[in-house]
């Protein structure tokens, strides 16, 4: 495949917070379409998007070029005098060094030079330089700052010191040609400098959004950074629309005149060699240490699981025992008995401290060595709950478990993490506020300056979930849009930046814990209130194989726990862990909606459907929480589900094999475990393929879900189901 004669090293994501507007799906597509060999990220003073940037990239086999715009302290990063001082300096990863490196000063910037900025200055620039490439930046760089102000000796002797830091092959200066008459006043001592001096130049576009058309949604974007309104005449803006991500040939034609600025980011980029190795199964564990006598974590889970296994079963049968020793295999063979005796070590440690701890949520009450261990309190036999939804054997990812905790003793939990484990290794995790339709047309109309009344009776038309996309299908929506062009431009501008990531904030439950320091492996982010998180999302640092626990403080955990002890005093003693689950009085009260306070089960639409269903069995409670997923909520399935339970609908199976699977369903396809058995029942997929379909299913990834089916057919048909069957399911 023949690729494009340039790259572009300097580019902003939406990562740079309400100042870049590339979002970095739209970036791959358009990095596609013009056969770029490589793309760098730059985002301003961060690095959070850079993992989410490299897979995509490396997906769509374009290579990624990890970088950021830093800031620089003119002296010392300590200094906190005056107004926003700082330059301007992009820094692009060669290797892995490199990478460590910037990891450090990204981390640094926060926790040490954080002033208005995050800010590094040239003493940690010295000693955190290797493995990276300079570049002098745009108008903001230091050098160009100097040019700017007619002072050629201070640039020169700026651009000396950065040779001097990064050594002469590894430093660039930025050429940019964006419309401003400063560009023209710095390229011609930045010209003049690299004829002196030998230093190469690049040339490139400052990218903060992807068409030349999204620069009035990125002016926008400007004024919800700043609180300003599109008419205040001293607001921050950009003096030009010329800041988007250039065609090959567009670049090529406006440095005609210096084409080595072209093929120099060839150059750069071949020199850029950063290997995540994200396609391999990667475990970096914290060190668990065993006891005396075993010589392994493989070994003393084993012993550990057994002993549980025969607390948990009077009876283990074939079907336990092949169960159990499968789950065991797996853990072993993906290098995670750390990962379990860690979890099994912190749930221990909660409840030797009387912290009321949850029975277990999500994909983990799949696994029985969790239940064996005491993790789970959930049989995954008796629910018919499926091991690889939880640790998939085909897919190099980690397992994912949640515990819920008193929400009153978290915090308990979280010192034994950093008391155990060091709290320079443990983190809580970054996640991102975006810009979702309804708060997108509220951000955009402000700035438009409409009116509040019209901006909320616009917004208000729009329901929760939904984009604006979707939303104009909705006629209320759309008759109120066409009243006016204001609104029409509203709309228009809303959608370009609808979904655009606006903020950072820390993540709920998410903690992170890694072999030694934490920014060995990830850079750290200062919040508003002065703590640290990572600069990584959790997809990221699932990505990067580090263990993340969710803690999740649970209110209804509390409340058990106080009413347990109100009732002691009355003498009455209640087991929790062995209440019955058929008691006829407490199932009248659900099927009458009396549900305030229990968790789960308290909203209005809850309390609705559980007086539609009634229910009297406890996996009916299952299925009525799988029911009030948007999914079923949006179909018939919540209806039919309804009726057959009372009769008044006939229950029907595509296939009698279905049977055994879709029974207590009434033949409803309610839960994922569901997919994966007919999936390897009717299919013979793995449970293992099972699980990706499921995957797939569950975040609409039409490529995967396409091959999926095409494989299910495929192999229903080779399974004696006819053709009809097979496209039906």
Known sequence: MLHANFVHLHLHTEYSFL??????????????????PALAITD?????????????????????????????????????????VYYHLVLLVRNEKGYKNLVKLSTIAYKEGFYYKPRIDKEVLKEYNDGLIGMSACIRGEISYHLLRGDYDKAKKALLEYLAIFGKENFYLELMRLGLKENEIVNGGLLTLSEELGVPCVATNDCHYINKDDSESHDILLCLQTGKDIDDESRMRFESNELYLRSPEEMEQLFSDHPEAIKNTLEVADRCNLDFHLDEVKVQLPHYDVPEGFSSS???????????????????????????????????????????????????FARESGIPVGPGRGSAVGSLVLYSLGVTEIDPLKYGLVFER????????????????????????????????????????????TMAARAVVRDVGRVLKIALPEIDR???????????????????????INEKEEYKKLISLAMRLEGITRHASVHAAGMVVAPHEITEFVPLYRMPDGSFVTQYPMEAIDALGLLKIDILG???????????????RENKKIDIENIRLDDKKAFNLLSKGMTNGVFQLESEGMKDILRKIKPDSFTDIMAVLALYRPGPLGGLT??????RKHGKEAINYIHKNLEPILKETYGIILYQEQVMQIASVVAGFSLGEADTLRRAMGKKLPEIMDEKRKAFVEGALRRNYSEEVANRL
Do not use: W
């Open 638 to 643: 919540k209806d039919s589900f309804i009726k």
């Open 298 to 348: 493989d070994e003393y889970l084993e012993k550990l699981a057994k002993e549980g296994l025969k607390a948990k079963y009077t009876h283990i049968d074939e079907k336990i025992e092949e169960r159990f020793n499968h789950e065991l295999n797996v853990i072993k063979k993906r290098g995670l008995s750390g990962y379990f005796l860690i979890i099994t070590d912190l749930v221990n």
């Open 390 to 433: 939880f640790l998939n054997p085909e897919r190099a990812a980690m397992p994912d478990v949640d515990i819920d905790f008193s929400d009153t003793r978290r915090d308990e939990v979280i010192s034994y993490i950093k008391r155990k484990y060091g709290e320079e290794n443990v983190s809580q995790i970054i996640t991102f506020g």
């Open 19 to 36: 100042d870049g507007a590339c979002r970095i799906d739209d970036l791959v597509e358009a990095a596609s379409r013009y056969k770029l």
């Open 554 to 568: 649970l209110r209804t955990l509390t409340i058990i726990k106080n009413t347990i002890e109100l009732l002691k």
């Open 458 to 480: 616009i917004a208000k038309t729009i329901p929760f979930g939904i984009s604006l996309k979707e939303a104009q299908e909705i006629p209320e929506f759309r008759n109120i």
């Open 44 to 84: 301003h003073g961060n690095m959070c998007g850079c993992i989410e940037f490299y897979k995509k990239l490396m997906h769509a086999a374009i290579k990624p070029i990890i970088g950021q715009e830093v800031y620089l302290a003119p002296q010392s990063r300590f200094d906190r005098k005056g107004k926003e």
